[in-house]
């Protein structure tokens, strides 16, 4: 868990260029390092920060319901 500490702000961004390919293949991706993110944050007492991350993406990605439905389905949102 600690290895992803240095590695935090690629991944978000590594996240945030993956949704930016609208492919089934890349949101699964995503998806997988948003789960390490959640670990990471819970790990370090920044759960709330991160759920308020995901909820910005439920609004800037609500046209996206392949996204949508991935996030729900790996319990990172709540619809």
């Known amino acids: 868990m600690l290895a992803l500490v240095p590695k935090e702000a690629k991944l978000w961004e ?34 709330e920060q991160f759920k308020l991350r995901v909820q910005e993406m439920q609004t800037d990605y609500s046209n996206r319901p392949g996204l949508l439905s991935r996030l729900q389905k790996a319990g990172l949102l709540r619809l």
């Open 14 to 47: 590594e996240v945030f260029r993956l949704i930016a390919l609208k492919q089934s293949k890349p949101y699964d991706d995503a998806i997988a390092h948003l789960r390490n993110l959640r670990d990471l944050a819970e790990h370090q007492g920044q759960l």
